[in-house]
């Protein structure tokens, strides 16, 4: 099993719409979750960081923990073109020492 | 200015030859990592460093060796460059809150294309 698990897509979404970005991970001890977005050839950028169960809201963008479950969303919002883009989810490990592991990503188109 | 450059931005270099990729920093931070990102792989830890005595493999070191000159630099090197090297590394940084097990957010570099023909 790997540590992070995102399905990669691509999920297609009309403009407007929800978009629903889900992550697993595997370490039950895991304290520090991360959405990252990147543009195709671009770094990656924090959309949103949460650290304790429940949701958290930052203009558009609402991440949602459940660590009983090891499972962290991130939903868009009334989503627009420029969101298209793939999504990382990271999550900390303290196997060894302190390290984000990445999901291999889910890339998100947003249809006009 | 941005707060993590890297250089350089594109290499392309042939089989056998030695690249270094460089990174500076200017947020202030301990940390530092190199990834690199291969198409439907996502980002893979090469090395890190939580300051500079203390440098760290990663889960794919081989191939790769690093140097932490100072607080604001970490360098990448690839001794023997291999085709299967070809991918587009970034450099983080990350300062050291988070608590014992919690985790900083990481900041990224611009990101460095190297070709290996």
């Known amino acids: 099993q790997k540590e992070v698990e995102q399905n990669s897509g691509p999920l297609s979404v009309p403009e407007g719409a929800i978009a629903s970005l889900n992550c697993t991970y595997s370490?039950?001890?895991?304290?520090?979750f991360f959405w990252y977005r990147q543009y195709s050839g671009k770094s990656p950028e924090l959309i949103m960081s949460?650290?304790?169960?429940g949701d958290k809201e930052d203009g558009r963008f609402t991440a949602q923990l459940n660590k009983a479950s090891q499972y962290v969303s991130l939903l868009i919002r009334d989503s627009q073109p420029s969101d298209s883009a793939t999504y990382l989810c990271?999550?900390?490990?303290?196997?060894?020492?302190?390290?984000?592991?990445f999901g291999q990503g889910t890339r998100l188109t947003i249809n006009p | 200015d941005a707060d993590v450059t890297q250089t350089p931005r594109n290499r392309i270099t042939k089989t056998g030859k030695r690249i270094m990729l460089e990174c500076s920093q200017t947020?202030?931070?301990?940390?530092m990592y190199w990834y690199r990102q291969d198409p439907g792989l996502g980002l893979r830890l090469i090395y890190y460093?939580?300051?500079?005595?203390?440098?760290n493999k990663g889960e794919i070191s081989d191939g790769y060796s690093v140097s932490r000159q100072a607080q604001a630099k970490f360098s990448l090197s690839l001794e023997s460059a291999i085709p299967n090297q070809t991918a587009l590394y970034f450099c983080?940084?990350?300062?050291?809150?988070?608590?014992?097990?919690?985790?900083?957010?990481?900041?990224f570099g611009p990101g460095t294309r190297l070709t290996v023909l």
């Open positions: 983080a940084t990350s300062g050291s809150a988070g608590g014992i097990l919690g985790t900083d957010t990481q900041y």
């Open positions: 460093s939580f300051d500079v005595k203390d440098i």
């Open positions: 947020k202030g931070h301990d940390r």
């Open positions: 370490d039950r001890v895991s304290q520090s």
């Open positions: 949460i650290y304790s169960n």
């Open positions: 990271a999550v900390n490990t303290i196997q060894g020492a302190q390290k984000l592991v």
